[in-house]
């Protein structure tokens, strides 16, 4: 066995602080890395989450004053002349409409009657028709012919919703499948008649209200504020592979290209005095005729 020297560093000295002092800065690194990875590198998801939180503020508002101003256009007397000719078009409509939406209901789901029957029937037939197509003998053909002849003189019965019940072979139950289909198309395009003068009546108002109010309405405002909530950070680029362009400025202009007015101090928080760089941020494009024909997504910011 050799000998030890006198002064073995491993023996004679302890390593215990340098190893303290390793792992602190191992650890120190870690977390360095992970808060530059998840925030010094991306920025844009502070400003989404902001934007998040003060664009769903600022929705709510802007829902209450556009309540406010329907509420005030609901006087109007041309309003209530066009809602009142939409009353008096729906009314006038649903009795027909009514009738033809339950006929429409009854060849659904006598559609499906047909269709859970006939549905195997034809996938089974058309794989025999692959098959003669495909034989390259003639007997084959003949045989194979003769097989699907005698399938489709085969009777097989549908139950329907009322109970009853009809028995076809495969050319009555195509027949069927095919009448019902038709007559469900017929009823439809009737339905589709009936409904028109209350879609236009209802267009007109519609039209009316979107033509004097300044603002969105309420139920547009409720569509921003669900997509709003539904927001998660995620990195928004445009990439124009022809221009060799990618921008990615929306990923923290946020507002840019909401249907909405907005300023920096519509954005800055309550209580707080001065636009931060977040306002500013999610300010409205200055300019917002010029994205008409200067498209974002075909050009880049």
């Not at 390593?15 to 360095?32: E, Q």
């Not at 925030?39 to 003060?54: H, S, T, V």
């Not at 060849?107 to 003669?132: G, P, S």
């Amino acid at each position: 066995m050799p000998e030890l020297p006198e002064n073995d560093p491993v023996v004679s000295k302890s390593y215990a602080l340098h190893y303290a002092v390793a792992m602190v800065l191992l650890i120190a690194s870690l977390f360095w890395a992970l808060w530059d990875e998840g925030w010094a590198q991306r920025p844009w998801i502070a400003y989404q989450k902001q934007w998040k939180e003060r664009y769903g503020a600022f929705l709510k508002t802007a829902k209450s004053k556009s309540a406010r101003s329907v509420s005030d256009l609901e006087k109007d007397s041309d309003y209530q002349k066009l809602e009142q000719a939409a009353r008096q078009a729906d009314a006038e409509a649903k009795p027909h409409r009514d009738a033809l939406q339950k006929q429409i209901i009854d060849l659904n789901a006598k559609i499906l009657a047909v269709q859970n029957v006939f549905t195997d029937k034809r996938a089974y037939a058309n794989a025999i028709t692959y098959e003669i197509e495909t034989d390259p003998s003639a007997s084959g053909k003949k045989s194979k012919q003769k097989d699907l002849d005698e399938y489709k003189k085969k009777v097989w019965t549908v139950e329907y919703p009322d109970g009853h019940k009809e028995k076809y072979d495969f050319r009555q139950l195509e027949e069927k499948y095919n009448e019902l289909k038709d007559e469900r198309t017929k009823v439809s395009a009737e339905l589709a008649d009936v409904l028109k003068p209350v879609t236009e009546a209802n267009n007109k108002v519609t039209e009316y209200v979107s033509a004097h109010l300044v603002d969105l309405t309420p139920s547009q405002i409720e569509g921003l504020q669900k997509k709003t909530s539904e927001w998660d950070p995620t990195i928004q680029q445009i990439n124009v592979a022809e221009a060799n362009i990618v921008d990615r400025c929306e990923s923290c202009h946020m507002g840019i290209r909401e249907p909405l007015k907005l300023t920096a101090a519509s954005m800055t928080p309550k209580g707080q005095k001065r636009p931060d760089e977040y306002a500013q941020a999610f300010v409205s494009h200055p300019e917002p005729e010029l994205l008409k024909i200067h498209d974002p997504d075909k050009f880049g910011c």
